[in-house]
């Protein structure tokens, strides 16, 4: 131990590398850690609060339209994203300066640059080595854009928070979280969006229903959504416009459409480039994350990772779930893991989603046979509004057990309501125990509790 300069160093000051250097100093280790950019990390600086940031501002023009089927007179409302972005800006600066504060208040010794690590237990940063007891590799995930002629004019989400105007015309790539969001963001902006995506339909992986409900309102609201869309070239014209070859399956020609800005949200890969981890013996799986066991251990004993560089579920939640585990197992009286049973995610698309535990397809692919309850309806807001948004409220009950194995939501406030729901499902809530919940109404929440006509699915028919 006393070889040592530091029993910590934390490699990446984003949710998962802060919460394990905060708990681990906590705990009596001395600690280091190092960011090559802003503490805080891509929720704090380029993701996460941001984003959210501009899901509020875009929801303005939507609620001042709203204000008139309830008696206002709204004067024409104008926008102005430089002093949108200034503000966002300010609060990230505010944010990142916390997280610095709190680490130094924690007794961390908080270093600026780009680490590498040397060996098992030698980290170099700024030209100075530190030898550690343990190496946490936190260092999170990067916007990975295809390889297709022209992608030096794409700009991925980074940039766009960025970005000195609100550009007029804009395709975004991709149909997952950043793409059905920032289509969102941009829409209720007042942009021209197309987002256009590869395959049969927005968000692979969630609940079928929510997916077409949320393509529908989208399309509702004015985003142009292409499907089964292929990028196959950029080029920049002269007057700075991109002009984008669209193909929309794939024997169909290619035609030419003109964009200022596009917009790639095609996935994100772990940050490991650099870092000297495959020349230090760790083991990486071939996006580049870090291998590694439950408890966050790799396969070289004193070199741990957690959160996004590891490529599992790139959620801040679990990184901060996982640093905390992985700071416990370390210096903590008995070794954890971060418990991930049961993860609720929100897409902050507009209408958001909220969603926790299975959707219908991979609850019928591990139980015989499901009950599935919707409820599909114009939330009170909109009656007097006039407008003809609908939510969409699904669960997935194991018909043997009559356990609630997902809850899904697709509306106003649905990431607020699905967070109360996780606790539910996490519990074990039966459907007899939803219906036993008195209504708390008049909300859309209660639609929950008071869901009653049944359809039962039977894997294989
Ligand atoms: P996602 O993995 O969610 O979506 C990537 C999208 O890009 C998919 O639609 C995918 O299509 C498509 N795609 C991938 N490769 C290509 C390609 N070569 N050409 C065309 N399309 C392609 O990634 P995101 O970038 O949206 O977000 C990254 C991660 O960050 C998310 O998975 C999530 O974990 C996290 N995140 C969470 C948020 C939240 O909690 N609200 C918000 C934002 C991000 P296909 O489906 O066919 O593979």
């Not at 950019?37 to 509020?56: A, D, M, Q, S």
């Not at 008696?71 to 944010?95: H, M, N």
Request: charged content about 20%; some cysteine; glycine content about 10%.
């Amino acid at each position: 131990m006393t070889s040592f300069d530091t029993r910590f160093f934390v490699i990446g000051g984003g949710s998962g590398g802060v919460r394990a250097a905060r708990i681990a100093a906590g705990l009596g280790a001395s600690v280091t850690i190092a960011e090559n950019f802003r503490y805080g990390g891509t929720c704090v600086i380029r993701g996460c609060v941001p984003k959210k940031l501009l899901v509020y501002a875009s929801h303005f023009s939507q609620d001042f339209a709203d204000a008139a089927g309830f008696g206002w007179t709204v004067a024409p409302a104008t926008f102005s994203w430089p002093k949108l972005i200034a503000a966002k800006d300010a609060e990230i600066a505010r944010l990142s300066a916390m997280y610095e504060k709190n680490l130094r208040a924690s007794g961390v010794t908080v270093l600026q640059g780009a680490a590498r690590v040397l060996d098992a237990h030698t980290v170099e940063v700024n030209g100075q080595h530190y030898r550690a007891e343990h190496i946490l590799v936190a260092t999170g995930g990067q916007p990975f854009l295809p390889a297709i002629a022209g992608i030096e004019h794409a700009i991925s989400s980074n940039e766009l928070f960025e970005l000195p105007q609100l550009p007029r015309r804009v395709l975004i790539v991709g149909g997952g979280y950043i793409a059905v969001e920032f289509a969102g963001i941009l829409n209720g902006l007042g942009s021209e969006v197309t987002l256009s995506y590869r395959a049969e339909q927005i968000l692979r992986g969630f609940d079928d229903d929510l997916r077409v409900h949320l393509h529908d309102e989208m399309v509702k609201k004015g985003v142009r959504i292409l499907l089964h869309s292929e990028v196959t070239q950029i080029e920049r014209l002269s007057d700075g416009a991109l002009q984008v070859g669209l193909r929309d399956a794939p024997n169909n020609g290619v035609r030419q459409e003109v964009f200022d800005t596009v917009l790639y949200a095609t996935g994100r890969v772990p940050s490991t480039q650099g870092l000297g981890l495959l020349e230090a013996g760790v083991a990486l799986d071939q996006s580049g994350g870090v291998r590694v066991d439950d408890f966050g251990h790799s396969n070289v004993p004193s070199i741990h990772a957690v959160g996004d560089v590891t490529n599992r579920i790139a959620l801040t939640p679990v990184a901060i779930r996982e640093g905390a585990a992985l700071a416990n197992s370390l210096f903590g009286p008995k070794p954890t893991a971060a418990d991930l049973t049961t993860v609720p995610s929100a897409v902050f698309s507009q209408p958001p989603i909220g969603t926790v535990g299975l959707s219908e397809a991979q609850a019928l692919a591990t139980y015989g046979q499901i009950d599935i309850y919707r409820a599909n309806f114009r939330a009170m807001r909109q009656t007097l509004a006039g407008g003809d948004e609908r939510t969409l409220i699904k669960l997935v009950v194991d018909s043997a057990s009559q356990r609630v194995l997902g809850a899904h939501m697709v509306g106003a406030d649905a990431a607020e309501i699905i967070q109360g729901i996780a606790i539910a499902l996490r519990m074990g809530a039966t459907k007899a125990d939803f219906d036993a919940t008195v209504a708390l109404h008049p909300t859309s929440a209660e639609e929950f509790v008071t869901l009653k006509e049944k359809t039962t699915r039977t894997r294989g028919d």
